[in-house]
């Protein structure tokens, strides 16, 4: 029964993660796959922003970096290497760069990557996310140790991804085949989160007891300046 209620509770902190890190990237899952999202959530914190109340300009993609094809995805490999259009500590320079033209503080800020992009760069400089520099303590609920260009980072599996992912390899980029990154500072969204309910009753199959619980959340873009998102993938 301990099994079975911490798997429960997992799983509900998965598509709690899923739905948040979804809406500030400006994407929803449908259950199946990723859309991007068509119609804000409510009234828009600012009348520039999108349908999805992101900022046109705070989105990410090979144009931002001069490449061939505008609206693809951002081909990236550790120090820019062969076939690739730029590197990742170069993505998050531009990232850290938006935020300081909009006067985004620069304390309180976070990056959310997902394991392709921490693979490369772990890559570019191993000290940047080894824990042995930073410290076991730090790696708590998917942080990583230390900070990277201003940026706190985190790692995570529910990030919004298109077609085969950001591992998909392609030199020039990809509008179909991507992955989304996103950026942003601890006041650019809220979000408000509470188990409304418990109760447990006895199982009719099995000996046991069943616990069960109702988590209820509301989440809002407040600052989308202060919202990055970067399309990308292996090049």
């Not at 820019?80 to 170069?90: R, V």
């Not at 191993?126 to 980072?153: H, M, Q, Y």
């Not at 009719?204 to 873009?221: E, H, N, S, W």
């Amino acid at each position: 029964m301990d099994l079975a209620t911490d798997r429960a509770g997992f799983k509900l902190r998965d598509s709690f993660d899923q739905d948040v890190l979804g809406y500030m990237s400006g994407y929803s899952w449908s259950g199946s796959a990723w859309a991007a999202r068509t119609a804000a959530a409510g009234t828009k914190a600012e009348t520039g922003a999108g349908a999805d109340e992101l900022f046109a300009a705070n989105k990410l993609t090979q144009g931002v970096f001069g490449g061939g094809t505008a609206a693809n995805s951002i081909p990236v490999t550790a120090g820019g290497g062969a076939g690739a259009l730029t590197s990742p500590l170069a993505v998050l320079n531009r990232m850290a760069r938006l935020m300081d033209a909009a006067n985004v503080d620069t304390d309180g800020r976070w990056i959310v990557v997902d394991p392709v992009f921490k693979e490369i760069l772990m890559d570019e400089d191993a000290k940047l996310v080894n824990a042995d520099f930073g410290g076991d303590s730090e790696v708590r609920n998917g942080r990583l140790p230390g900070t990277i260009r201003g940026f706190r980072v985190y790692q995570s599996n529910n990030l919004p991804y298109k077609g085969t992912g950001a591992g998909t390899s392609a030199a020039s980029g990809s509008a179909s085949n991507f992955g989304v990154l996103v950026a942003g500072h601890d006041s650019s969204v809220a979000v408000a989160d509470q188990i409304a309910k418990t109760e447990s009753f006895r199982s009719p199959d099995t000996f046991a007891d069943i616990v069960r619980g109702m988590q209820l959340y509301g989440r809002k873009i407040l600052r989308p300046q202060g919202l990055i998102t970067a399309n990308y993938n292996l090049a």
